[in-house]
């Protein structure tokens, strides 16, 4: 089964560069700095990932900080 988000990045594979994966748990989201990026006028399609994703920083090993913190 296709999520949500999953299917709009099919739709649109170019937002694909915006999207974090966790390297543990594979959970996705968006990278925080996303609208730092792009202002002050991030494409619609950019604008649509927060619908999807929510936002996911990764540490410097590619691990997000719910992962982190079980790691210690």
Do not use: A, V
């Not at 996705?28 to 999807?52: A, F």
């Amino acid at each position: 089964m296709i999520d949500n988000g999953e299917e709009f990045l099919s739709m649109h594979p170019s937002q694909r560069k915006w999207i974090n994966e966790c390297r543990r748990c594979h959970s996705r989201g968006y990278k925080p700095n996303i609208l730092e990026q792009l202002y002050p006028y991030p494409p619609t399609e950019t604008r649509n990932l927060r619908c999807y994703f929510k936002p996911l920083e990764l540490n410097s090993d590619g691990i997000c900080e719910e992962c982190n913190k079980l790691l210690k």
